[in-house]
């Protein structure tokens, strides 16, 4: 098998699919539609809001998918095979909006197959912490590195393809892309190190406790609640809730950064370059946030970087010139970089890696909502007062909402029986 005979420890092959899949799922989805957002509304006369509320139908495929599917991430074959299936039909997808000409076909495409395409692509993301225990954080910001290099250069490439072949044929070359990119490395997929005959971090043997190496965080002093502990915990809603609106003030707001940049004037080459500047930053950040969770706890970091986030949105709204925009951006992506950083070491850092696909199963729905139905909500808001001033508020309310709730939700950690849980 493969996963002996490479020369490093294969759990690193987990990290590149994800990194891979990351790339080309936010790029083309988050950054990408923002692109295709001029020409589409030009052609078909569709709203901003009609654009991205097939993204919001997505949210109730991921909210049943999530619920359904989340225990499968426990099982031996079940992400392999979810991934496997959601890179053929989100290639597919894309491909198919070459032909849409109709509310209903774009809805019915990217919204409802695309929303079942977009969960099982990303799941993979939930392995990670079954692989690494000491090495977690910089495995998760390598994993996360994709999202951010996928608005590196692919709103770039969108753009160039839009204007050499128009948007019809950029959506074919994107599936075709995608297809040969993803759909051959979901055989590399495998869900745990244990059903391979390793160990997480490639150790040797599990620390036995009570020996020195039991000082670091190891798969044997990990304690991880199952999936109906964790439920009945109202520490686990706090979580959901705080992620929820980290995700819709971060996530939300992406895809409205390139069409609110052509509305202060800026052209549109000018606007997709700039998101070079952001992601530049947030690939560097990504491993500046592991660095930081090695010395703060994973909560305090998070408190942290949503208190940046709202200071970096607010003078994105005030840009006036393109080295504001590029300096904007480039501050942009100090705390975007490193969301999706953090919010993969939030689960099992609360809840522990055993039942982890189970767990964050059940919490998906919420933050996939978030993500994708926060483009929706608000762009409704945009179309509402046809300004992106209640845009840019929403999305700082949001952010604020959900430091409170992260300053409120402290993790509980088990202790041994002898002793009592305590709280840090």
Do not use: C
């Not at 991430?73 to 992400?79: E, F, I, N, V």
């Not at 986030?309 to 951006?329: D, Q």
């Amino acid at each position: 098998m493969l996963v002996h005979k490479t020369p490093f420890f294969y759990g690193w092959v987990i990290v590149a699919v994800v990194m891979l899949s990351g790339l080309l799922t936010t790029g083309i989805t988050s950054w990408g539609l923002s692109v295709f957002v001029g020409p589409m509304e030009d052609e078909l006369g569709w709203s901003r809001s009609t654009i991205f509320g097939a993204l919001a139908i997505g949210v109730g495929v991921m909210v049943v998918s999530g619920t359904l599917l989340g225990p499968l991430g426990d099982t031996k074959r079940g992400p392999r095979i979810l991934y496997l299936l959601g890179a053929l039909t989100f290639g597919l997808t894309l491909i198919y909006m070459r032909q849409v000409n109709f509310i209903w076909q774009y809805i019915l495409v990217f919204g409802v197959i695309g929303g079942f395409s977009r969960f099982a692509i990303i799941f993979p993301m939930t392995i990670i912490p079954k692989w690494f225990v000491r090495r977690r954080a910089m495995a998760i910001a390598w994993a996360s590195a994709g999202h951010g290099l996928g608005p590196f250069f692919i709103p770039i490439m969108i753009q160039w393809f839009i204007n050499e072949v128009g948007w019809r044929d950029a959506w074919l070359l994107l599936g075709i892309i995608t297809l040969v990119l993803l759909v051959p490395i979901a055989a590399l997929i495998h869900t745990s190190p244990e059903d391979v005959g390793l160990n997480p971090d490639g150790d040797e043997a599990l620390p036995v406790p009570g020996t020195t190496a039991t000082t670091q965080a190891t798969a044997a002093s990990e304690y991880s609640y199952t999936r109906y502990e964790a439920v009945r915990m109202p520490l686990f809603w706090l979580v959901i809730a705080g992620l929820t609106l980290g995700t819709f003030g971060i996530m939300g707001l992406i895809p409205h950064i390139i069409p609110f940049l052509r509305t202060q004037g800026f052209s549109a080459n000018v606007a997709a370059s700039s998101i070079t500047a952001y992601a530049g930053v947030g690939v560097l950040m990504r491993f500046g946030w592991g660095f930081i969770t090695n010395r703060a706890t994973v909560r305090q970091s998070f408190l942290v970087l949503l208190t940046l986030a709202i200071g970096a949105i607010t003078f994105l709204y005030t840009v006036t010139n393109i080295p504001s925009l590029f300096l904007a951006m480039m501050l942009v992506g100090l705390p975007f970089g490193g969301f999706w950083v953090l919010q993969g070491l939030i689960v099992p850092t609360y809840f522990g890696r055993r039942y982890i696909a189970g767990i964050f199963g059940l919490m998906q729905p919420f933050i996939n909502g978030a993500m994708w139905a926060g483009p929706w909500l608000l762009s409704i808001i945009f179309d509402s007062f046809d300004s992106y001033r209640w845009v840019f508020v929403t999305s700082v309310a949001s952010l604020a909402l959900g430091i409170g709730l992260f300053y409120m939700a402290r993790p509980v950690k088990r202790a041994p029986i002898s002793q009592p849980a305590v709280t840090a």
